[in-house]
């Protein structure tokens, strides 16, 4: 198989700048012009903000899309997709997540975050078939609380999310077994009542991690309620785990009032995670060596370019981003924060925002009496989720139309029962 070098028609608008030569980021590659079905077949998340990072040699592939679909164009593939959501009525409900490309996003019945699109699935009982146009660990929750007979279904089983795989449940596991020699018996409560470390698992991780912590007495969060759930999480245990992402994790505790220096890592490779047993004894949070790619590329001198170049600009970034990064911005919060700060202002605003490129090229769009602008000038779009093609989406909804369930996403009922009691854990968890 070829890749294709020319400009793919079908490719985001954001992405030509890097067609054309303006990403000189080692972390992004022109390739991203290729057709999607080219690259899913290469050991790799494709070219884009975790081009770099590793890919578990588990991951699921996907197998090449029919020509029919390979070959039409963009109009057509609109097309197809209106066509067949029609033929299907209510049988289907398309979810599309806010870091989705603009040309699979149009079709979505509800666009919103990882939890907000698997609660929108909660409302269509009596839909057939969910088509989660996220990662593959959205799908999953999707699965863990939709009903037994509804089908989950990802349109390209290639896309993964880096940050999610970078938390092996083998090597969580072992993690497990290594802090209850230091720590003592893990699921044993003290004569306080306090179990000695409570694991916590964004929201963003596999089904096998949300079973580990329910299985252990954790919970959940998403980037939305981290700051609840370690609240809950404090009140069970003398330290959490948290995994797999360790900027929400360390900007979460940090704003709670850990300590950095309480706060070490577990990077899975080394022994005891490259910390000592002292500092593992005197942790709050111990951090997993996890991260987002498409996060990690903001920087304090991105900030500062900001700030000299739009005096007054309010800079607003994700809690994926370096806690650095954090603390030179004016606010931190999830995609969610980040939508109802923009739409609360009043006042015409200039906002330079440190999150994914498709969701504040559609906030800026959105809100045009502001100047809305990414702090990172290299368009470096989450690649993981660019898999989903329009291609994909086509094929899954037309083999829907013609009786045929493709990609579906299913949860081993020995993962989904602790998973689900992780996942009621925080929606039971409330704010002080
Ligand atoms: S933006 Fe980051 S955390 Fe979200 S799906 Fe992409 S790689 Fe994963």
Redesign the pocket.
């Known amino acids: 198989m070829t890749l294709l070098r020319t400009i793919d028609p079908s490719v985001d608008h954001a992405l030509q700048a890097i067609v054309a030569g303006a990403s000189l980021d080692p972390t992004c590659s022109t390739d991203l012009a290729a057709g999607p079905w080219d690259f899913d077949v290469r050991p790799g998340y494709g070219p884009g903000?975790?081009m770099g990072d590793v890919i578990p040699v588990g991951a699921p592939r996907q197998g090449e899309l029919p020509a029919a679909y390979r070959e039409a164009d963009e109009d057509e593939l609109d097309a197809r997709i209106r066509a067949a959501k029609q033929a299907l009525g209510d049988r289907a409900v398309v979810l599309g997540h806010f870091?989705q490309r603009e040309e699979v996003v149009r079709h979505a019945d509800y666009v919103g975050d990882s939890f907000q699109l698997a609660n929108a699935a909660l409302e269509h009982p009596d839909a057939e078939a969910i088509v989660f146009c996220g990662?593959h660990f959205m799908a999953e929750t999707a699965d863990l609380l939709s009903g037994p007979d509804q089908a989950v279904i990802l349109p390209n089983l290639a896309a993964g999310?880096?940050?999610?795989d970078m938390a092996d449940i083998d090597q969580v596991e072992d993690c497990w077994e290594q802090l209850a020699d230091v720590l003592g018996p893990l699921d044993t409560p003290d004569a306080e009542g306090l179990l000695p470390v409570v694991p916590v698992t964004y929201m963003?991780s596999s089904a096998a991690i949300k079973g580990f912590v329910g299985r252990h007495g954790g919970i959940v969060c998403t980037s939305s309620n981290a700051a609840t759930v370690l609240e809950w999480a404090f009140a069970r245990g003398r330290r959490v785990l948290f995994f797999p992402d360790q900027h929400l994790g360390r900007n979460t505790a940090k704003a709670m009032g850990v300590p950095l220096e309480r706060m070490p890592m577990w990077n899975p490779r080394r022994p005891l995670g490259g910390s000592s047993a002292d500092e593992l004894r005197d942790a709050g949070v111990i951090l997993w060596h996890g991260f987002?790619?498409?996060?990690r590329r903001f920087t304090v001198d991105q900030i500062a370019q900001a700030r000299a170049e739009h005096p007054g600009v309010r800079v607003i970034v994700h809690p994926?981003c370096p806690v650095e990064v954090v603390d030179a911005a004016d606010e931190a919060g999830s995609t969610d924060y980040i939508r109802k700060a923009i739409a609360a202002a009043t006042e015409p605003t200039t906002f330079a925002i440190g999150t994914?490129i498709n969701l504040v090229r559609r906030l800026a769009a959105q809100h045009p009496q502001h100047e809305i602008f990414c702090l990172d000038p290299v368009v470096c779009p989450?690649s993981?989720?660019y898999r989903i093609h329009p291609g994909y989406l086509a094929w899954v909804l037309e083999e829907l139309v013609d009786g045929r369930v493709q990609n579906r996403i299913r949860v081993a009922d020995d993962v989904a029962l602790p998973a689900r009691v992780a996942l009621e854990q925080m929606l039971a968890a409330r704010p002080r």
């Open positions: 903000s975790s870091y990662v999310c880096s940050m999610a963003n987002c790619s498409v996060h994926e994914e989450c993981t989720m």
